[in-house]
T-cell receptor, first 111, second 112 residues
Framework: EDQVTQSPEALRLQEGESSSLNCSYTVSGLRGLFWYRQDPGKGPEFLFTLYSAGEEKEKERLKATLTKKESFLHITAPKPEDSATYLCAVQGNTNAGKSTFGDGTTLTVKP | EAQVTQNPRYLITVTGKKLTVTCSQNMNHEYMSWYRQDPGLGLRQIYYSMNVEVTDKGDVPEGYKVSRKEKRNFPLILESPSPNQTSLYFC???????????FGQGTRLTVV
């Protein structure tokens, strides 16, 4: 059974204070790892897909990295508008089409 | 505008009264999926569909039904809703199962 664990559950940062969010996963053959951002009361919004260990992707202040056991979402010099819940999800080879999400990390950035 | 549309956005119903939540996408996506989200938890997959007439169970399918008669629509059916199905529901679609998903606005369901 695929499993995704995100840590920490909540993270409070001062504006400009860089940090990282962790997504540890167990999957039988990784087909893809996804990062989404979710604002309160809204649907998740896609950020990145990573397919193989060593892959990295960047978008503005966010950078996602992937190893064989975990992924990190690095946030550089965050701003208050980066405050949201960040969700990680995996797709494995065992059941193509089945997505497993972590419980998310709620990030609060104070000005 | 590319979008996934869910209806209704809010629904309060009584135990046992059959209901349907509709989901429609205008991006010609093959893959569609339903999730529920409860406080403090991430998304749990209910059902997914890789293509028309092809559906499969996710992690929490009990008490739900789906159908995929047309590519653009993927309704979620609760034939006999119970209070433990009170939740926030999201529909999503993507080109295939391994590409970025586009999510609807959500349907907040309360079963009393």
């Amino acid at each position: 059974e695929d499993q995704v664990t995100q840590s920490p559950e909540a993270l409070r940062l001062q504006e400009g204070e860089s940090s990282s969010l962790n997504c540890s996963y167990t999957v039988s053959g990784l087909r893809g790892l996804f990062w989404y951002r979710q604002d309160p009361g809204k649907g998740p919004e896609f950020l990145f897909t990573l397919y193989s260990a060593g892959e990295e992707k960047e978008k503005e202040r966010l950078k996602a990295t992937l190893t064989k056991k975990e992924s990190f979402l690095h946030i550089t010099a965050p701003k208050p508008e980066d405050s949201a819940t960040y969700l990680c999800a995996v797709q494995g080879n065992t059941n193509a089409g089945k997505s497993t999400f972590g419980d998310g990390t709620t990030l609060t950035v104070k000005p | 505008e590319a979008q996934v549309t869910q209806n209704p956005r809010y629904l309060i119903t009584v135990t046992g009264k059959k209901l349907t939540v509709t989901c429609s996408q205008n991006m010609n996506h093959e893959y569609m999926s339903w999730y529920r989200q409860d406080p403090g938890l991430g998304l749990r997959q209910i059902y997914y569909s890789m293509n028309v007439e092809v559906t499969d169970k996710g992690d929490v399918p009990e008490g739900y039904k789906v159908s995929r008669k047309e590519k653009r629509n993927f309704p979620l059916i609760l034939e006999s809703p119970s209070p433990n199905q009170t939740s926030l529901y999201f529909c999503a679609s993507s080109l295939d199962e391994n590409t970025e998903a586009f999510f609807g606005q959500g349907t907040r369901l309360t079963v009393v």
